[in-house]
Structures are given as structure tokens and as C-alpha cells.
């Protein structure tokens, strides 16, 4: 039962994205702007901000949901948590907020708190790819070795 609503949800979520992908490609530009600017890009932004809410929120609800269901195995479902905190407290420490200089730029958003916290962002991501490739190449030795 619950197999089938998930593959459900799936295909749902799966037609929205496409869906607003198609009208993001093919929707026209916006009149009178010095670059291409699709119409709907505040719409897939937004629709893009939505899943990677939905998808942290799944990703702590279940864990979180584990501890109270299963205490013993507690430890095991806070390691990756933990291990994820250090690795965006590492990456917000290599942050670096000074302000760039941007010619002919006059906005609001080169400040050191935006620019911190989009430089933690870039890291988190580096390191997280930096650990995927190496965990690829690492348990393939591994399988290799033994």
C-alpha cells in the first residue's frame, strides 16, 4: 500500500518538475532585457527550492523517526547527521566573506553574511563530491583487493 502512494507521489512529482521544466524552455523570453531571461525562471527556482525542502525535511524526519521507534540503533542513525554538521561547520570555517568588486554591480547582496553563506554552500558541496568520487574509487579497490 504504502509502495504504491510513494510511486504515485513519484510520478506526480516527476510530471510538476517536467512540467515546469517544459514551460522554463519553452515559454518565451522576457520582453526588454539585455540577456535571455525565460519567463519562468522564478517558477522553477522556486519549484527547485521546494523539493530540497521536502527532501531535508524527509531526510531528517525519517532518522529522527528511527530513534523513537528503535533507541538501540540510535547511534548508527546520528553518525551521518553529525558527520554532515562537521562537514558544513569545515566548509563554513574555509569560508571567505570579503566583499568582491564587481564592476558595474550595485546591489545589496555582496555583503559578508550572503557571501559566507553561499561560499559554505559551494564547500559543503565540493567536499560531499570530493567524499562521493573517493567512496567510488575507494570500494571499488576494495572489492579489487579482496
Known amino acids: 500500500m504504502i509502495r504504491k502512494l510513494l510511486n504515485i507521489l513519484l510520478i506526480v512529482l516527476l510530471v510538476i518538475t517536467f512540467t515546469i521544466l517544459g514551460m522554463f524552455i519553452f515559454g518565451g523570453d522576457v520582453p526588454n532585457q539585455l540577456y535571455p531571461t525565460p519567463v519562468y525562471t522564478s517558477l522553477l527556482l522556486n519549484w527547485a527550492f521546494a523539493l530540497i525542502i521536502i527532501a531535508a525535511i524527509v531526510a531528517l524526519a525519517f532518522p529522527i523517526a528511527r530513534l523513537a521507534t528503535r533507541p538501540a540503533q540510535a547511534l548508527k542513525t546520528l553518525i551521518p547527521i553529525v558527520l554532515f554538521a562537521i562537514i558544513v561547520l569545515i566548509a563554513y570555517f574555509m569560508a571567505d566573506g570579503t566583499p568582491m568588486k564587481i564592476v558595474g554591480y550595485s546591489g545589496t547582496d555582496n555583503v559578508p553574511s550572503h557571501l559566507i553563506f553561499t561560499d559554505t554552500v559551494l564547500k559543503t558541496m565540493y567536499i560531499l563530491f570530493g567524499l562521493a568520487v ?13
Open 134 to 146: 573517493l567512496s567510488i574509487f575507494g570500494s571499488e579497490l576494495y572489492r579489487k583487493f579482496r
